[in-house]
């Protein structure tokens, strides 16, 4: 039980840092921005993810969040990753760019598989 609790708050705490408040704080910079339409993405995307993103890993960290409510903040940035991945993978071609998506990704997994054993 001690191992998954550790598994799981060094998970969901890396993706609390990395798409909370990161975006939170430089959602709207110029790099950003450029990585948004880049991809193709219109520029009030930029603003809609982050504020989803930030709405998302605090339903994942605030334990008296409801269950349902969780599964839809794992469900939203497992839909974000994939879409991701699959967008930079069409733009720039699979190499290096994936790396984040994927790591992203592999960090959700773990906090969720953790998430349901400290709740079973």
Not at 15 to 39: C, D, K, R, Y
Not at 68 to 89: N, P, Q, T
């Amino acid at each position: 039980m001690k191992k998954a609790k550790i598994i799981f708050w060094i998970s969901t705490g890396l993706i609390f840092v990395f798409e909370g408040v990161m975006p939170a704080l430089f959602g709207q910079s110029e790099m950003s921005i450029q990585g948004f339409t880049h991809l193709g993405y219109p520029v009030y995307f930029v603003t809609l993810m982050t504020i989803f993103k930030v709405l998302g890993v605090l339903a994942l960290v605030i334990p008296a969040v409801p269950a349902r409510v969780k599964e839809w903040a794992y469900a939203g940035f497992g839909f974000d990753f994939l879409c991701a991945f699959i967008s930079i993978c069409i733009v720039d071609g699979l190499g290096p760019m994936v790396a984040p998506a994927v790591i992203a990704m592999v960090l959700l997994v773990l906090s969720y598989i953790n998430y349901h054993k400290l709740n079973s």
